[in-house]
């Protein structure tokens, strides 16, 4: 059992037990936090191997594409010495703008140079100068070294066929014939599509191991126990690689150490009904959901799981359930509250405002759970009303269950609509932790019927 | 699979409407249109829900049941829902066409609806997205196309090449095609048998589709 | 047995360029709208296609057209596409043309019936172009129906299909296009050309494979008057090559028609030096009245004579 398991990079971490594996080698991936299983190959022809890790960190580099058609042009990256040369010209945010780690690497590769030969000239042309860190003392330093920064738009910069460069302003026009060093474009490596479908993990639109939810910074991913750091994040992931390191390393010990179950209640599929349509295992935010050899069936792996009955939700032979839980019934007015942010809201404004018995209330764990059946078997009643509140986009922590239950609520209201029935009774609205006085607001107009 | 979709509601309350009936009991199917999402438990739940709604809001007093069978094509399964199907006056159907008229031919003095429409043999592409591969020709000729169909996929069945109708790689037909000629060609090209494609292909024998008549197929070994 | 089974082969055969053109039958059942229009071709041209329920919308039959046309003088091509009739069908109207006088035919796909207004029509698509050519091939070179059958008398047709210098992907349209010169084609009537370098490294590529020498090749030219026709075509017709100088060209003339003419006139010229190019085809889009005039300043009016 290894502690940890690189795939892509590894780094340096003395006190643990650990294994480089190459993505491209990696043959399957099944298990949980604590308990990952690995196949893999050393090499291309070799015999497939299997070991069990704790825990999995992705640190794959971006992909570096120049982001013009000339294969011979230098990158930031590039090693090659070019101290002896005159003068050099230095190009950020060509195609896109530069990340604010191209702009550090760019201006200490500038400000190296000039120390070498200090007769050297430098035109450094950017759009947008990223601070991060300790930028701006670099920023400074190379302009005291004599380096000229230009700044352009999009439309008054252009490299030529020639590798010359045309340079316009209202006031000047001019074409520089000096080498040029251009920053790439970040693209996400070609590794990370089969590390996202093996362990069974989102992708963000760009095709990075990541998405821009609060819930997943710095260096966490849907599922526990997989981390993802630098390049496989996204350009943001080497604005701050030490400390995401450190984070992640941190997080790994107490792993370590000890790993509890997020949830109280454990969710099972049975295996009668369950007919391995993957639904569950596709909409699951946290990879907590594999196929059991074994029982044909799904299984549900415990640790991994976080309880947002995403899967519950979804699963059309209704083979998923939560062990022990009770049957609780409502009439009248009810509130479905994300625990995540409508509830914490709630208590913030004070339960106590309420009137007994006034409104029932209901915690959830994330509005991706309600169900459309349940929805029409409670509107049957003609004095019940339904209002759901639950988190933000970007701000749901199982991901996109905030999306999940908006759409189950407009399918239902569209339903209603159809059948000339009042679809007022049902509502959703978003909410953050903190909008406490929104909740009061809310609750009392939607009371009114006048949300 | 065979892939099939919940008609919309408007539809399925305009056939009840025209039908006396005091108990109806949806049946759903659990296979192909489990799957597919369109006539599952769930979805047979769910239905059921909103038809109790609208029959409250209407003020007719109807009871709704429900029930699930592995699959609804063969009579073993059918014969569990004896009872209950005598036990209400109609029957909704959830399943595909198949399952539909098999339950008529078990309870010919039922009023069988139809509660999907049946598409066609699909492919699961992506999470909710199921598209058309296979139209059962009867004569599979995948082998001379390197595995892309141009009989189900491409609009106009064309054999020898495509017509001069796409645009970007999609069909004239609809955008979100893409057009089998293309992904044939494409396949032909990596894998080295674009020379293969020079070769005639005459026309189709059709009649080993539905043009030569409904099918049957007898499997000796297990007929007897 | 005739050297030649039609005039229009006739012609090219013995090294003529020539001209053909279109027409479209009407939406109803009078046969003075057919002959209203022989009438404005006659002299002008060596053959003229009816098309065959173009964009799927329901005209006059392609042969009781041509029919009505030949009677007038003119020397017809009839249109015949794989979607609104089988094998069977097919078969029996190239019997019926060919017994009718009737001599040329074009065969095509068609275009799925989602283009005209009976959208929710069956279609057939029972054989394809280059299986509708290697048919009708057969029936009158070999004098045997699909199904093997001899006919006591066969059908003759001069055969032609349609080429697509500006489809995607280039390859498989030359796969395409020498399918069809195997399965026995003898011409072929391309798209519109408005890019004529396109079509210039079409043809080059054409004859690298020697099919000039076995299939007389019609370049297609379509006169318009509208800017809005070619932005139209530029957008939304697959396969269509317009670059944007004939647009603006057409935007910045100050009459439109003459400009639309002088266009039409100079890609003839154009086309008309390329090695392989034998003729053109003209097909005004709802601009047939057009035909006569370009033919004219094109410097191919009158037609010489054929023995």
Known sequence: MYDVIFLGESINSPLLSSLQINPELLVSASGEIGDFKLRYREEKDQDIKEIKACNVIVNMDAEKEIPIDNENILTFYDQQDISEEDSIIFIQDYDKISPAIMSKIGLNKVIKLCEKNPDIQIYYFYRSMRFMDDNDQLFEKAREKGIVFLKYEKDNLNINEDNTVDYSREDINIKFTDNIIIAPDLKPSFGLERIARL???????????????????????????????????????????????????????????????????????????CILCYNCYRICPHGAIEEDEELDAMKINNLACQGCNACISRCPAGAISIVGEEEKTYQGLRVMMCENSAEIAFEKYGRDKLENGEINIETIPCTGSIKKDEIFRYLNEPENKLLILGCFEES?????????????VNEVKETLKKLDIDDNRVTFKRLSPRMAEDVGNYLSRWKEGKL | MIVGEQKDIEEIVEMLDREEFKSLLIVGCGTCVTVSMAG???????????????????????????????????????????????????????????????LVERYPDKIVLPGLNTSFYGANIDNGIMAERCIGCGE??????????????????????????????KCEVDPEIDCAWELIYNRAKRIGKLDELIEYQPPKSWNSYRDGGPRKLTNEEYSS | MAEYISNLEKRLKAGQFVVC???????????????????????????????????????????????????????????VTARDRNRIGIQSDILGASSLGLRNVLCLTGDHQIFGMDEEAKNVFDMDSVELIKTINDMVNKGILLNGKEMEVPPKMFIGGAANPFADPFEMQMIKMQKKVNAGVQFFQTQAIYNIEKFEYWMEEVRKLGLHEKSYILAGILPTRSVKALRMMKKHVAGMDVPEEIIERMEKADDRKAEGVKMAVETIERVKEIEG???????????????????????????????
């Not at chain 2, 239905?47 to 109807?62: G, I």
């Not at chain 3, 003729?279 to 023995?307: F, N, S």
């Open chain 2, 40 to 102: 599952g438990e769930r979805e047979v739940n769910s239905l059921a829900e909103v038809l109790r709604l609208y029959y409250k809001n209407k003020d007719k007093d109807v009871t709704i049941n429900t029930d699930t069978v592995k699959r609804q094509c063969d009579f073993e399964f059918v014969d569990k829902l004896e009872e209950e199907i005598n036990n209400n006056d109609i029957v909704l159907s959830l399943a595909c066409g198949v399952g539909v008229q098999h």
């Open chain 2, 140 to 169: 599979c000729v995948l082998d001379k196309y390197f595995g892309i169909c141009p009989v189900a996929r491409c609009s106009k069945s064309l054999l020898n090449g495509p017509c001069g109708g796409s645009q970007d790689g």
């Open chain 1, 396 to 408: 749901c922590k199982h991901i996109n269950g905030d999306k999940r239950g908006e759409q189950v």
């Open chain 3, 21 to 79: 053109s279109e027409m479209g039958p009407p939406i109803g059942a009078d046969p003075n709208f057919i002959r209203k229009k022989a009438e404005k071709l006659k002299g002008y041209v060596d053959g003229v296609n009816v098309t065959d329920n173009q964009t799927a919308i329901v005209r006059m039959s392609s042969i009781a057209a041509a029919k009505i046309a030949a009677d007038e003088g003119l020397e017809m091509i009839i249109q």
């Open chain 1, 199 to 273: 362990f069974n993990i989102e992708k963000s639109p760009e095709g990075y191991l990541q998405t821009e939810n609060i819930y997943l910074q710095p260096t966490l991913t849907g599922k526990r126990g997989v981390y993802v750091i630098g390049g496989s994040r996204g350009p943001t992931g080497y604005t701050n690689f030490d400390q995401d390191v450190e984070f992640t390393l941190n997080e790994i010990k107490a792993n370590l150490e000890d790993i509890e179950p997020v949830v109280d209640d454990e969710r099972i599929v049975d295996d009668k009904k």
């Open chain 3, 277 to 307: 190019v034998s003729g053109v085809h003209l097909m005004p889009v709802a601009w047939e009245e057009i035909t006569p005039i370009v033919i004219e300043k094109a410097g191919l009016y009158p037609r010489p004579e054929v023995d």
